[in-house]
């Protein structure tokens, strides 16, 4: 069974960076696709950004393109969430998720909250 925990969240000003790290636990995610998604107070869930096994392909939203990059280490088995210029609308928790198949996620982590303000 995989664990994950997000991390690196916190209170920032606009055009501050930051960075989230995923850990896993339980056992190697190393052979799954892996996902960021972001869910602000009173919406829906939404996706952020995706990156592949071996980390050669990664998918960014384009609400995000530009500014917020993904990748992973497999011999750590942790997954990364480089944020710059955040904006005010970046506010949101922030999880982890591994990618089963295409459109399906699993093993979501608790989330790390990000807040920016303006």
């Known amino acids: 069974q995989v664990q994950l925990a997000e991390s690196g969240g916190g209170l920032v000003q606009a055009g501050d960076s930051l960075r989230l790290s995923c850990t896993a636990s339980g056992r190697s995610f190393s052979h799954y696709g892996m996902v960021w998604f972001r869910q602000a107070a009173g919406k829906a869930r939404e996706f952020v950004a995706f990156?592949?096994?071996?980390?050669?392909?990664?998918t960014i939203d384009p609400s995000v393109k530009g500014r917020f990059t993904t990748a992973r280490d497999n011999a750590e088995n942790a997954l990364y969430l480089q944020m710059n210029d955040l904006k005010p609308e970046d506010t949101a928790v922030y999880y982890c998720?591994?990618?089963?198949?295409?459109?399906?996620?699993?093993?979501w982590g608790q989330g790390t909250q990000v807040t920016v303000s303006s």
């Open positions: 998720a591994v990618e089963l198949r295409p459109g399906v996620f699993d093993y």
């Open positions: 990156i592949n096994q071996d980390g050669s392909i990664t």
